[in-house]
DNA sequence: TTATTTCCTTGACTTTTATTAAGAAGGTAC
DNA sequence: GTACCTTCTTAATAAAAGTCAAGGAAATAA
């Protein structure tokens, strides 16, 4: 049944056997099925977590009905509830699981006294941390300095430049792309064809194909 | 000489003495002249730093040419460079002392040891990282949903707002607003003459006040 | 004081982005 | 297959943001 156990993450790979076993006693296992709210924006969530299957999104929403994905998180990734930290401080995201999903979770009562103890797991933390905040700060770059026609190149190269020349199937609809870059899906479907029109992509209702790398390449770095 | 002592900090205020003496022994004290760079963008920075005296501005620079100013420290404000936690990152933004600035530095070689003891402190500094977390993501937001108009608002709002009904002097230039909203200084202008026709604030090319509180809440929670 | 520099203001114009609306293609359920 | 629903596409239009250019006021330096 478990697919990702906790020694596979970096964050745990440092604990013995036993250290574990206590870790997985203090969790609490829960599954959430697809298209489930994990955690809302705004609430006091104070929990931080392992993904142990499926898939969770974490998205920014407008009351206008705009919506920013901010970060997606795969199974074995770990993240939490700024509660989890400060109480009383509302989440800046919500989560949703877009797949069927399973959270290790633990709270902040009962972690944060095994943090205090182990000074190594604490720094670990810190440098998942780092790299969290790493991420924010390249999406206000990209959100400040770049149109939105680098930004969706950006993403194209993100999502597909392993796969560049093949002809793959079109999985992202035209909202996910743009509440990726945070736009519109007419935006998207316009500068899709753009990119098409330019020879970078080829693309119809179903499919698409990357055939210039370079000149996607270029478009993303505009503004770098 | 000393303006701002360790102790005053909530990162340092858990320490006894002769603990607070063994961390300023480890520290490095660095003064630098107004507008001086204290770290450039990308660069492997591996220190964590408390202001001691003066101001320094973290400041997001494109190619070409507009910035975007994420967060200005205070004395008795801690902060890092990401290097400091994930060896080889580089800094997401610039550092600049914009007044003469002394700063108290530890490098990651020196600090990571005590931290990894203590663990205590370790969990305080994942605190104020969390709470830099919220800032970002407070900007991100506002760049993602928020028109110039309604971001401009919420930075008068942010500076202004205890002193409204007074006159004020324009300490701010527009250059320095426009850096702080992720605009131009000329759309920084239009709207602020923007806001004076509707009653929101007096503005002259020297001074201004604000006269409608209200009138900015209502622009500065547009898509919120 | 005069010269010089920095900063503010404004209008005209361009570019980018978003909105609205309509229709078509593909997929799904019956 | 037909009806229905979702998604994609496109054009027309509007709104927002940015650029360029010019001129003027204030501050600073000589």
Not at 96 to 111: F, G, P, V
Request: hydrophobic share 40%; aromatic share 10%.
């Amino acid at each position: 049944m478990t697919r990702f156990s906790l020694s596979e993450n970096q964050l745990f790979e440092k604990f013995s056997q036993v250290e574990l076993d206590h870790l997985i006693d203090c969790s609490i296992e829960k599954t959430y099925p697809e298209d489930q709210w994990i955690t809302h924006y705004g609430s006091d969530w104070q929990y931080l977590f392992l993904v142990e299957q499926g898939h969770v999104t974490a998205i920014k929403e407008s009351p206008e009905g705009r919506s920013l994905v901010v970060t997606t998180l795969e199974e074995g990734d770990v993240f939490w509830g700024v509660g989890f930290f400060k109480e009383g401080m509302g989440m800046p995201v919500a989560l949703i699981a877009d797949q069927e999903t399973r959270l290790r979770l633990w709270s902040r009562e009962k972690l944060q006294p095994i943090l205090i103890d182990n000074g190594q797991f604490a720094w670990d933390l810190t440098q998942l941390m780092a790299e969290r905040m790493m991420q924010a700060s390249r999406i206000l770059e990209e959100l400040a300095f770049q149109p939105v026609a680098g930004r969706l190149a950006h993403l194209l190269l993100a999502q597909f430049k392993d796969q560049s020349g093949d002809t793959m199937a079109r999985d992202l609809t035209l909202d996910d792309m743009a509440a990726r870059i945070g736009s519109t899906r007419e935006m998207v479907c316009r500068h899709l064809y753009q990119f098409s029109d330019k020879g970078a992509i080829q693309i119809n209702r179903t499919e698409f194909k990357i055939t210039d790398l370079n000149y996607l390449e270029n478009i993303a770095d505009k503004g770098k």
